[in-house]
């Protein structure tokens, strides 16, 4: 594996590999609304942030392919996912911002030369946007798409395609992950997690007992400082 000479110790054998929704970014407020507006363009009213947080964490064309069946949706899967993906980068291209301890964070490791890569249930182009509108493309380069692999999570495919793109061992590799199908596909994957649940009501979930470290509160409870250090000690651990 190649890292920069100016790795700290503990991470010359390390890379990180971000989530992008509701763990680098908070666009699952877009997502929502994209969804909403697609499902009442189709007949059906009155879709909840409630109904919502069901699909946090699954890819967007495994949820369509879901909405399909339970709403009886007549419109063709690419049709549905082109549209909503067109909402989306709409809403995303307005306003999507980057949490502030997760760009910190973000910093920190490509100060220290931490090989990094994205691997999304998103489409490239949302991923290309987000990165793009927040900043964070120049720090984070190699990116996965779901589109980009034969399964999403909670299958391991784009975090194994992440690995390989980075050049490196899936037993090197970190993942930062918000939704339990993540967590989930990180330990198929061999790799380590570390958990910021995006829902409160599932930092309880099993999915996340597997993972190194977890942020029970979230966002509010992570901070850049607290992830390197349990990175930097827990590599130099292993």
């Not at 997502?31 to 909840?48: I, K, M, S």
């Not at 920190?108 to 249930?121: D, I, K």
């Amino acid at each position: 594996m190649s890292t920069s000479s100016s790795s700290a110790p503990g991470l010359a054998h390390t890379a990180v590999v971000f989530d992008l929704d509701g763990t680098l970014v908070d666009s699952e407020p877009n997502y929502f609304e994209a969804g909403r507006q697609l499902l009442a363009a189709q007949g059906v009213p009155d879709f909840t942030w409630q109904e919502h947080e069901r699909y946090v964490g699954i890819s967007t064309a495994e949820t369509l392919a879901i909405w399909r069946e339970k709403y009886a949706l007549s419109t063709p899967l690419d049709r549905l996912l082109a549209e909503k993906n067109r909402l989306y980068l709409e809403l995303a291209a307005a306003e999507t911002h980057a949490y502030p301890q997760m760009r910190a964070f973000v910093e920190l490791l490509h100060a220290q030369g931490v090989p990094m890569a994205v691997a999304s249930g998103s489409s490239r182009a949302a991923i290309t946007a987000i990165l793009r509108g927040t900043g964070l493309d120049a720090l984070l380069t190699t990116l996965v798409s779901a589109e980009e692999v034969q399964r999403g999570k909670p299958e391991p495919d784009v975090f194994l395609e992440a690995a390989r793109r980075l050049g490196v061992a899936p037993a090197d590799c970190v993942v930062l992950e918000d939704a339990a199908p993540g967590a989930v596909a990180a330990r198929k994957a061999g790799m380590g997690c570390i958990a910021i649940p995006y829902v409160a009501a599932t930092a309880d979930d099993p999915a996340f007992a597997t993972a190194g470290l977890v942020f029970p509160g979230g966002q509010r409870e992570f901070t850049a400082k607290a992830a390197y250090d349990w990175l930097r000690t827990s590599r130099v651990a292993s």
